[in-house]
């Protein structure tokens, strides 16, 4: 039995379901495999709040965590236990799975013997570990993967920073994600964060765009098919005219912590929807990315099918039943419109492409042997 740290953010993101599953689904996955797993979460203090407190609580509570342990930048310990148990966990440990590098301060960082990053946002890592920006520690990790599937064979027009990028996707363990009885074939949604945390950003003299662009480009799709489209969607009041835009194409926008706050709240919106359709932040279609949407395997792995932008990924996966691509509005419709003519095909395939390409034994189990050889 492998001992595994699992480190990502949980209370650094509160009330965002999407993202506690991302977290949860290397934890259970990595359980399920046998592995005894612990989850270590660094935040700054400033995120260090009441509410950011009992959202972490909460999760670990519901998911049965056990050994979950909450670290400021300083070592000093918010949950989980005494400073020298942490250290002593991670000199014991296997190995640390850093996703998005979020663990990185010492002396807990550099008591793990082997370190393996995951990288979850294609083309930000990069460019910024290009443009000479530390990122999560990045270099100082013995393997590194990236959910960019264009990374790993070079085909992907992203630096690569002078690192090894090895290909993964996410994982997503079944059990949690069963298929449930799909509702009439009428409403498609996805869950967004108009601007994200980021910021757009720029290298070798091009500007890449967030998701926000990539939805005014669909801005009046909902009037050109034949269902409802809804977006549970971070946005910023200062963004209001463009939420009008969208608003006034047909899109239904609902607030995502109504609907999508924690993780079974936004397993219930995904499996309550016929499917889903998104399109991608510019940053991973303009660079061909090969990004795989975590979102978006849970989707495939209830048996709901999945309209989403094209990064590059034709090639990787099968394409076309339960799980479609588009570039641009036209092939949006002629996708939509794919899935109305033969929904139950669809959705029997997007399950299997889950289980084939996506479940967390394999997914796991191939990133485990490449991390500890």
């Given at each position: 039995m492998s001992t595994v740290v699992v480190s990502g953010a949980l209370a650094s993101k509160p009330h965002n379901g999407g993202e506690a599953w991302v977290r949860l689904s290397y934890v259970l996955g990595l359980r399920a495999l046998g592995c005894d797993v612990h989850f270590v979460e660094q935040i700054v203090p400033e995120s260090c709040t009441d509410d950011a407190l009992a959202y972490f609580d909460a999760v670990a509570a519901e998911f049965a965590l056990g050994s979950a342990w909450l670290v400021q930048e300083d070592g000093a310990v918010v949950r989980g236990g005494e400073p020298d148990e942490l250290r002593a966990l991670a000199g014991e440990a296997e190995l640390l799975l850093n996703v998005s590098g979020n663990l990185t301060c010492d002396p807990v960082f550099s008591a793990f013997r082997r370190r393996?990053?995951?990288?979850?946002?294609?083309?930000?890592?990069?460019?910024?570990?290009?443009?000479?920006?530390?990122?999560?520690?990045?270099?100082?990790?013995?393997v590194h993967f990236s959910v960019g599937l264009g990374l790993a064979d070079g085909r992907a027009r992203l630096p690569d920073a002078g690192l090894d990028w090895r290909a993964t996707v996410?994982?997503?363990?079944?059990?949690?994600?069963?298929?449930?009885?799909?509702?009439?074939?009428?409403?498609?949604?996805?869950?967004?964060?108009?601007?994200?945390?980021?910021?757009?950003?720029?290298?070798?003299?091009?500007?890449?765009?967030?998701?926000?662009?990539?939805?005014?480009?669909?801005?009046?799709?909902?009037?050109?098919?034949?269902?409802?489209?809804?977006v549970a969607l971070a946005i910023d009041d200062s963004d209001a005219a463009d939420r009008?835009?969208?608003?006034?194409?047909?899109?239904?926008?609902?607030?995502?912590?109504?609907?999508?706050?924690?993780?079974?709240?936004?397993?219930?919106?995904?499996?309550?929807?016929?499917?889903?359709?998104?399109?991608?932040?510019?940053?991973?279609?303009?660079?061909?990315?090969?990004?795989?949407?975590?979102?978006?395997?849970?989707?495939?792995?209830?048996?709901?099918?999945?309209?989403?932008?094209?990064?590059?990924?034709?090639?990787?996966?099968?394409?076309?039943?339960?799980?479609?691509?588009?570039?641009?509005?036209?092939?949006?419709?002629?996708?939509?419109?794919?899935?109305?003519?033969?929904?139950?095909?669809?959705?029997?395939?997007?399950?299997s492409l889950a289980e084939r390409y996506f479940a967390s034994d394999r997914v796991l189990g191939r990133l485990l042997d490449e991390a500890l050889a």
């Open positions: 393996a990053y995951v990288d979850v946002d294609p083309g930000y890592t990069q460019c910024w570990l290009a443009g000479g920006h530390s990122v999560g520690r990045a270099r100082e990790h013995h996410p994982p997503v363990v079944l059990e949690e994600w069963p298929v449930t009885p799909p509702p009439a074939p009428e409403r498609l949604t996805t869950v967004a964060s108009w601007r994200g945390g980021y910021g757009r950003v720029e290298y070798d003299g091009v500007l890449y765009g967030q998701k926000a662009h990539a939805f005014r480009a669909l801005a009046d799709l909902p009037s050109r098919v034949p269902v409802t489209l809804e009008s835009l969208i608003e006034a194409g047909g899109w239904h926008v609902v607030d995502p912590r109504s609907v999508a706050a924690t993780p079974d709240a936004f397993r219930r919106y995904v499996q309550g929807a016929a499917g889903e359709l998104s399109p991608a932040q510019q940053i991973y279609t303009e660079t061909a990315s090969g990004w795989v949407s975590d979102r978006t395997v849970r989707f495939l792995a209830s048996g709901r099918p999945a309209i989403v932008e094209s990064t590059g990924l034709e090639g990787d996966l099968p394409l076309g039943e339960g799980l479609l691509t588009f570039t641009g509005a036209e092939e949006a419709v002629s996708a939509v419109e794919d899935v109305q003519s033969d929904y139950a095909a669809h959705c029997d395939a997007a399950r």
